[in-house]
């Protein structure tokens, strides 16, 4: 059984510099200090959008902030791999088969600011997936734009195809029938010298021609007119139209002579296994080059503290269920091992009902590998393997927060089928109601019941639970006894609602 969550509220609003759009003092958030959480609480605070940095855990306050930032989930079982995805999936096999370096330059990748700034006051977490040189890179308006010009310019080349076939007869009563004469092509006289030799019979297509080959030497086979010769024992190969599954790409199986090894361990960071602390280092180091390498730190900003601070402590007490995952619940490093050496390491915390990503770090030596597109998509690989080995409800992977008042921030809309967390009502609503409203209003209540209210709101305020000398009490028996609690009251019942009606009976709100 975990020890419960103590939790320690700062009052107010703090606002700081916001990471999207640069304002000053545009960004406001709510923030508590987490001297512990039982993964329960951790999910059902999420589920109201908050998230955690280190042990900090923060909650924007989205209709004040200058780039409102959604909860947004993935749904892992529905998932299927887009085009572009799969281009990324098969560049990796084609690297680890053959050694093949995508040799195309990539532009340079939109990252959020690193984690550590958020409790130096900017909020703006992670960037956990890169964005490729394709049409994905281009936002959803240009890629329409560039997708309908391709169709356009299809469909053109099509008619012009047809127009070049049609025989002179036909084009002459087409142009008698008043038809518009942009859409038919007289073919001019060919100069001396030059075009095509009227004399002699049009060409035909290769595959026209190697169907009358076929046919002769069936002739010549069999002249008297005897039976066919017999069918061929195997009927040939069709395609199947099954599309390849999300696994089929990450797990297809290697060459005995494949160029590379990448191996992916996943190891429990807080408590710290044995396999954790005997990587600590060699980890460390390639999240002092990503930092350097990506967000342009400072040689001596990346140390071993802000580190372990930012993405090795961690809130959330460790749990092994009998009904959950084999590796139990809890705050994990998922380390990417190339030809024995670690090339990235995603972090991730593992809740009753989903994977949770927080942060991925790379060797920038790889970027061209597209790690964190990749590492998503073994994430949500991870979370349908856990699925199906667990008997709990664990069936989504939630990506941070979705910023779409920031292009450049819009690509976790590509993982569909997603959905947005409503800000008022905190219920869950598919992405695609919700991106024409975003494109309206950068603040928005995604749920259209207009008397749909919060339905964990704090109403019995005094059964909150408080943690004070040591004693647990709630909140209405701590009000009576101290004479400070008046001054109180007002941050206590902010928090109160912030948290929900179910966290703040379980959690411990701590009182100094």
Not at 358 to 381: K, W
Not at 442 to 447: D, G, L, T
Request: with cysteine.
């Amino acid at each position: 059984m975990a020890s419960p969550s103590i939790v320690e509220y700062f009052e107010g609003e703090d606002a700081y510099r916001c990471g999207y759009c640069k304002n000053e003092a545009g960004s406001r958030s709510h923030g508590m200090w987490a001297h512990s959480l039982t993964v329960e609480d951790y999910q059902d605070l999420i589920d109201r959008g908050w998230r955690r940095s280190g042990k900090y855990v923060y909650k924007p306050v989205m209709n004040l902030t200058c780039c409102p930032q959604y909860t947004i989930r993935c749904r892992p079982l529905q998932f299927h791999p887009s085009k572009s995805h799969k281009k990324v999936l098969k560049k990796m096999l084609r690297f680890l088969t053959k050694g093949d370096i995508c040799k195309g330059g990539c532009e340079d990748e939109p990252m959020e600011p690193a984690g550590e700034d958020a409790v130096a006051g900017d909020f703006a977490l992670i960037n956990k997936l890169d964005i490729q040189c394709d049409l994905k890179t281009l936002g959803d308006d240009v890629k329409k734009s560039v997708e309908s010009e391709a169709k356009r310019k299809g469909k053109s080349t099509k008619r012009e195809e047809a127009r070049e076939l049609l025989p002179p007869g036909e084009i002459e009563e087409k142009l008698a029938s008043g038809e518009p004469s942009h859409l038919v092509k007289v073919p001019a006289a060919p100069k001396p010298g030059k075009g095509a030799d009227l004399s002699k019979p049009p060409c035909r297509k290769a595959k026209e021609i190697r169907k009358e080959r076929k046919r002769l030497k069936l002739m010549q086979q069999n002249p008297a007119g005897g039976p066919e010769p017999p069918a061929p024992k195997f009927p040939p190969k069709t395609k199947s139209n099954q599309p390849k599954s999300l696994e089929d790409f990450i797990f297809e199986p290697l060459p005995a002579d494949a160029s590379h090894k990448l191996e992916v361990r996943l190891v429990r960071s807080s408590p710290p296994s044995s396999q954790f602390k005997a990587t600590f280092q060699e980890s460390f180091q390639v999240y002092r080059r990503y930092q350097m390498t990506i967000h342009n730190d400072p040689p001596d900003k990346p140390t071993v503290s802000q580190f372990t601070r930012f993405l090795c402590s961690s809130p959330l007490e460790a749990e092994k269920p009998p009904f959950g995952p084999e590796c139990g619940f809890g705050s994990f490093h998922q380390q990417y091992w190339l030809d024995g050496k670690i090339i990235a390491v995603g972090v991730v915390d593992i809740l009753p009902r989903c994977v949770s990503s927080v942060y991925l770090y790379y060797d920038p030596d790889y970027s061209f590998l597209s790690l964190g597109i990749y590492s998503a998509l073994r994430e949500i690989a991870f979370t349908r393997r856990l699925h199906e080995t667990s008997s709990c409800q664990l069936n989504y992977y939630y990506m941070g927060f979705y910023i779409h008042s920031c292009p450049k921030m819009r690509y976790k809309s590509q993982y569909r089928p997603s959905d947005l967390l409503c800000p008022e009502t905190y219920v869950w609503v598919p992405i695609e109601q919700c991106l024409p409203s975003l494109d309206k209003s950068k603040y928005c209540r995604f749920n259209q019941d207009p008397a749909a209210v919060d339905e964990d709101r704090s109403q019995e305020p005094e059964r909150l639970q408080v943690f004070h000398r040591k004693a647990i009490l709630p909140y209405g028996e701590y009000r009576a006894q101290q004479p400070q609690a008046a001054d109180e009251e007002a941050a206590v019942l902010q928090y109160a609602e912030l948290v929900g009606q179910k966290c703040s009976e379980r959690m411990l709100l701590f009182r100094n």
